[in-house]
């Protein structure tokens, strides 16, 4: 597969980014709704004061770790889904999900579990015991979520490994009209409810959460062409291989997930180490990111579910044309997003604070997050491709290195050593995202023009071999010399011919042999 690259006039390429947009925009919707939802949590919170305001920011901090450490999990369905749907083999993608029922209600219970232990340590956390106090019945009541929502995880990842990304943003708007209801009737007692305060916002978030599987499974029972899938359901579909193969992919995009999160986190820690100023300006611009970020996050689920339907096909050049539309979607939205932020740097800050010394500092990291705009972009589609291929394991090592081995010791010591202050810690970011953008390209599958007198083509690194390809048709165990693939290779979904004589095989590390596959 060769490197994303633009060739051909921008009319060729409308169809691919209507294809991509037609799936990214529902997810970019859903997940505004959540962060629009968690604002107006903290505004109707807010109202009630300071301490009921930073218990719910207390709690809710602790609990977003471990809803990423699941939500990362259940994004290991959606590529094994498209790539059954795309060989239309109906009843291992039931099998699929019906195993992913499973296994997502159990990893809700063990969260549960872990976060109930945790409430009990929240004393201990370095917080002052009235703000404790006021996280723990919200803490509780989130942590009682955590449950359905597994469930819903595992309803959404599947109707996207399908390709429907619109029933999901339906089921989670209409979840958050509902917390926001809810939020009105119990944080202030309204309509015969009892006054609950900061507790009634959890509450409100477990009951919309209730809400979110029942409504995904009326959906699936309404509509015949889901209601099938669960005609697939067998006690002989279930079993460990599909829990193996789910984890396999699943978990390492957890750790992934996880290791971004805390750099954010920890960055967010040290600078209430510079001081008070800085880090809410370093809310204000975070808040604004998450915008962003929403719609990358869009764009890169589209281009999960399309690489992933691809890989299922074996069409190889259908899957770089849409990694590449995806890869131009992000840059103009970041480029965008880029001359918003910093052309509009000395504005937004007044639309939350009226403190100048705030609103000076928040100008400033305006800028350093306008920059990382173009690598965050890229790092996150390029993740979706690879999740898209299965091709998962590595993907946990380099963001390691980038978020944890670059990311936070260049902020640490860009903003004490070198004494940037606040845009130091803001550099970290710059560079870590960059060097996880390079590292994800890196990890991309990659091809080689065929010499000429050797007749021999490579694809380095394709489909993750041991990890991906083996899974969807499996080779056999030797390996050959490229140029004695076999003349069925050339029809083969893998064995690409490059024309009579010219092979292409799945390469080995570029050591010039290669594994050949059954050909159907």
Request: hydrophobic share 50%.
């Amino acid at each position: 597969m060769e490197r994303f690259a633009w060739k051909g006039k921008l009319r060729n390429w409308l169809p691919q980014y209507r294809e991509n947009l037609t799936l990214a925009v529902p997810v970019m919707l859903s997940q505004v709704g959540q962060v629009v939802v968690q604002l107006a949590d903290n505004a109707m919170v807010g109202r009630l004061g300071a301490l009921p305001l930073a218990g719910v920011s207390f709690g809710g901090a602790v609990f977003v770790i471990f809803m990423f450490w699941g939500m990362g999990v259940s994004l290991g369905l959606t590529p094994l889904v498209g790539e059954a749907y795309a060989k239309r083999d109906l009843r291992g993608a039931a099998a699929l999900f019906q195993n992913s029922l499973v296994l997502y209600a159990a990893t809700g219970i063990v969260l549960l579990a872990l976060l109930l232990g945790l409430e009990a340590l929240m004393d201990r956390m370095g917080q002052a015991p009235e703000v404790v106090a006021q996280a723990r019945p919200y803490f509780r009541y989130l942590s009682w979520s955590i449950v359905p929502f597994m469930m819903y995880c595992a309803f959404k990842q599947f109707l996207e490994g399908v390709g429907n990304t619109s029933a999901a943003m339906v089921v989670m708007l209409t979840s958050n009209a509902i917390n926001i209801g809810f939020n009105y009737l119990l944080i202030y007692g309204k309509c015969g409810f009892p006054e609950m305060g900061a507790a009634g916002a959890g509450l409100a978030t477990l009951i919309s959460r209730i809400c979110m599987p029942l409504m995904m499974l009326a959906y699936f029972l309404r509509d015949v062409s889901f209601r099938r899938y669960l005609r697939f359901f067998t006690w002989a579909a279930q079993g460990w291989r599909r829990i193996r193969q789910l984890l396999s992919v699943g978990l390492p995009i957890s750790v992934q997930m996880v290791l971004e999160v805390s750099a954010f986190a920890l960055s967010s820690i040290m600078m209430g180490w510079i001081g008070a100023v800085e880090l809410a300006a370093h809310q204000i611009v975070v808040t604004f990111g998450n915008f962003a970020f929403m719609a990358m996050v869009g764009i890169s689920s589209a281009t999960t579910i399309l690489v992933s339907h691809r890989f299922g096909r074996g069409d190889l050049d259908d899957l770089t044309r849409a990694a590449t539309a995806s890869c131009h979607l992000a840059l103009m939205t970041n480029f965008l997003t880029m001359c918003c932020f910093i052309g509009l740097r000395h504005w937004i800050p007044l639309l939350f604070t009226s403190d100048t010394a705030v609103a000076a500092v928040a100008a400033q990291l305006f800028i350093m997050a306008g920059l990382y705009q173009f690598s965050d972009g890229l790092q996150v589609v390029l993740l979706g491709v690879l999740r898209g291929m299965q091709d998962v394991k590595i993907v946990m090592r380099y963001a390691f290195v980038s978020y944890i081995v670059i990311n936070l010791p260049v902020g640490y010591l860009c903003a004490f050593t070198l004494g940037m202050g606040a845009p130091g810690l803001w550099v970290g970011f710059i560079f870590g995202l960059g060097v996880a953008a390079l590292l994800y390209w890196r990890g991309l599958p990659s091809t080689q023009a065929d010499p000429p007198d050797t007749g021999r083509g490579r694809i380095d690194r394709v489909f993750s071999l041991r990890d991906s390809a083996e899974r969807s048709v499996g080779f056999v165990s030797e390996a050959i010399p490229a140029e004695n693939c076999s003349p069925a290779a050339l029809s083969c979904r893998f064995c690409r011919g490059g024309g009579p004589g010219r092979p292409r095989a799945i390469g080995l590390g570029g050591r010039g042999y290669f594994r050949t596959v059954p050909h159907r």
